[in-house]
Every structure is written in structure tokens, then in C-alpha cells.
């Protein structure tokens, strides 16, 4: 099994072990995510590359009155995922897809969010425009970034991954870009990124 390939698109019986691990070793950046995204009553939240569900239930339990889509490129864990949040009901709903190619009309979305997968984005420009289309006029994008977090080439985002990132933010047209990088639990450090969907 080539886990590289499968952390970055889980696929088969491989890949349904590594949306296990990939459940309990992206926990706590999950946590740290969501409390970035602050989500208010009566939103509307996406999350790309939602892996197993973690972040789609962990968002379920804290805002309870958000309502949740999500896409995932891999069948694997979209099945993990609705197993996870079935007990929320038709609130959250997780399907396939990829960030570029967002089957939503424009400006659906209060919030966007992603842990781990925008550096699987292809192409990057092209989702990051898809982003902005869906989200509404002051909608937020929050993104967690791990170090070591798996590339489509197998490498890994790596210490600087902000420096390629954030330029192409402000081409796709985001404002209010802010970033840190911060220890995570797991070693190494995670990088948060928001931004904002300009008002007008």
C-alpha cells in the first residue's frame, strides 16, 4: 500500500484504515480549525476535504444551529463521514466532489473551512476561485495547514508552505488574509490561515 497516495486520496480497504488513523491523529487540529471559524447561528459552513468526518462532527456538536455540507474526492471516506454524523440528521450532509468543482450556486455560504487537504487543491487558483464564488459577500475562509501534512507529489507542505499559499489567496481576490504558524500536538508546527470574501 502506498500510504502516501492514500493519505492524500484514501481509496479500498487501505484507504479505510488510513481515514481510522487520519480520525485520530487530526483530532485536536480539527478542534483548533472550528474554534478559528467561530460559527454563528443560522450559518451555512462547507468543509473540503472533510477525510472521515472529523471536522463535519466535531462542527455538528459545537454549533449545534449551523447548517453543514461538505465534499470529499474519495467514495471511502464520504461513506466514514455519514456514518459519523448520521445522528445529526439531514443537517449535515457530506458528498463527493472536489474543491474545483463546488456543485453549489454562488454565494451559499457563510464559511468555508479545510484541514489538511488545501494542498491537494488542483488546480489551486482555479479552486481557490470556486471558494470564493460560494461564499457569501464577508464570507470567511479558514484554513489548517500540519508541516508534514501529504502533497499530491508525496512530498509535504513543509515549513514555508504559507509563502506559496497566501499570495495565491490574495490573486483569487481574498482580504483579511492572516496567518500563524503554531506547535501542534503531534510534533512539528500547523499553520491557521483566514480569510475574507470582500463585502463588495
Do not use: C
Amino acid at each position: 500500500m502506498d500510504l502516501k497516495r492514500q493519505f492524500a486520496r484514501p481509496e479500498g480497504l487501505g484507504g479505510s484504515l488510513v481515514g481510522r488513523l487520519m480520525a485520530v491523529i487530526n483530532k485536536s487540529q480539527v478542534e483548533d480549525v472550528v474554534r478559528e471559524l467561530a460559527p454563528a447561528p443560522g450559518e451555512r459552513v462547507l468543509e473540503i476535504g472533510f477525510g472521515p468526518g472529523i471536522g463535519l462532527a466535531t462542527l455538528a456538536r459545537a454549533a449545534p444551529d449551523v447548517r453543514i455540507d461538505g465534499v470529499d474526492p474519495s467514495a471511502e471516506m464520504v461513506a466514514a463521514a455519514r456514518r459519523r454524523v448520521r445522528r445529526h440528521g439531514a443537517r449535515v450532509r457530506p458528498q463527493e466532489g472536489t474543491a474545483a468543482e463546488l456543485p453549489w450556486e454562488d454565494a451559499v455560504f457563510d464559511a468555508v473551512f479545510a484541514t489538511n487537504s488545501v494542498q491537494l487543491w488542483q488546480p489551486l487558483a482555479a479552486s481557490l476561485a470556486e471558494v470564493r464564488r460560494v461564499l457569501r459577500p464577508g464570507g470567511r475562509l479558514v484554513l489548517g495547514v500540519l508541516e508534514r501534512a501529504v502533497t499530491p507529489d508525496g512530498g509535504s507542505a513543509g515549513p514555508y508552505f504559507d509563502a506559496g499559499l497566501l499570495p495565491e489567496l490574495r490573486e483569487a481576490g481574498f482580504t483579511g488574509i492572516e496567518s500563524r504558524w503554531q506547535p501542534s500536538n503531534l510534533g512539528g508546527t500547523e499553520l491557521l490561515v483566514r480569510a475574507v470574501r470582500p463585502a463588495s
